[in-house]
């Protein structure tokens, strides 16, 4: 039997954010609100374009320094569902340089709370030979969400 060359995962993230879902909603829905929270900070982002409707695409590509030096990544999104103030679910695949090292499946759910809104992000993916892997990729949508957090508070 050969060794497997894809391996799949599921994992859930949870958050909360002290504001009301239709604020949360925004930062994902306005295109130069998702730049800030998803696309900036220690990379270099080279391309960030987004159609934020029901078969809309959003592509962005950055470098980063990784661990052979200077990489560069491709994310490829579609969106597949969209239900305002509710729940966004997307299709996305990640490559480094010329190789593609994943494609999901995410759902972002957003449901009202005394404390304003409570996020639930599933991940189910496909993770590819010389990929990140599916630890590495929940560790940086944790980094993500904080910085939604972060861009929320101001």
């Not at 130069?32 to 990379?43: D, P, Y």
């Not at 590819?128 to 910085?147: C, N, S, Y």
Request: proline share 5%; charged share 25%.
């Amino acid at each position: 039997m050969k060794e497997r060359s894809v391996t799949h995962n599921t994992y859930v993230i949870e958050r909360s954010y002290p504001t009301a879902p239709p604020r949360v909603f925004a930062a994902f829905a306005d295109p130069a609100r998702k730049r800030r929270w998803f696309a900036e900070g220690e990379k270099s982002v080279e391309k960030f374009e987004m159609d934020f409707r029901v078969g809309g695409r959003e592509q962005s590509r950055f470098r980063f320094d990784g661990p052979q030096g200077e990489m560069v990544c491709t994310n490829d999104t579609v969106y597949l569902d969209i239900q305002p103030d509710r729940r966004i679910v997307l299709a996305y695949t990640m490559s480094i340089g010329d190789q593609r090292i994943s494609s999901s499946l995410a759902t972002f759910e957003l449901l009202l709370s005394a404390a304003g809104t409570d996020l639930i992000f599933t991940e189910q993916g496909a993770y590819f030979e010389g990929a990140d892997g599916p630890v590495i990729r929940e560790e940086g949508w944790t980094k993500l969400f904080a910085q939604l957090a972060e861009s929320l508070a101001h």
